[in-house]
């Protein structure tokens, strides 16, 4: 890492490798899975909105189980593969939601809702072939809905 002496500010952005533990090969789930089995009463996500009583909490294990719903109900519409887009606000739902795809085996595809033009390009993950776009996701994902999703 290089800073000039001059300014104090960094003049190159590189940090060399450390050595160390090797880098576990486990997917989003695997871990998810494993921190389900560990600690599933533990607190593991919250929906961080701004009136205090209106924020949701999920343990370990809940996360897990509407991540798994989630990604039941996209299998039943999409294919292990396919890329489905978020055109959404960031929530604890944006996340489970996230979690559902990957462990459906498709490629998450996140769209800024905040571009609302019709001109706006698609993300660059989009460029072989054009996403579904998941517009209707949170109603899928809250707990009065939990009786429609497989």
């Not at 996340?95 to 769209?111: C, E, F, H, N, R």
């Amino acid at each position: 890492m290089n800073v000039s002496p001059e300014s104090g500010l960094l003049t190159e952005s590189y940090w060399p490798a450390e050595e160390g533990d090797a880098v576990r090969d486990a997917t989003l789930g695997e871990l998810l899975r494993e921190a389900a089995a560990a600690v599933p009463d533990r607190l593991a996500l919250v929906d961080g909105v701004e009136d205090p009583s209106a924020r949701q909490e999920w343990t370990y294990a809940e996360f897990l189980q509407d991540a798994e719903r989630a990604a039941r109900a996209l299998l039943k519409r999409f294919q292990p593969g396919d890329r489905v887009a978020i055109w959404a606000p960031n929530s604890a739902h944006w996340i489970i939601l996230q979690q559902g795809i990957s462990l459906a085996g498709m490629i998450l595809v996140a769209a800024n809702p905040a571009y609302t033009s019709s001109a706006t390009p698609m993300p660059p993950a989009c460029s072989m072939s054009p996403p579904t776009v998941a517009s209707t996701w949170r109603p899928l994902l809250t707990s009065s809905a939990h009786g429609y999703l497989p």
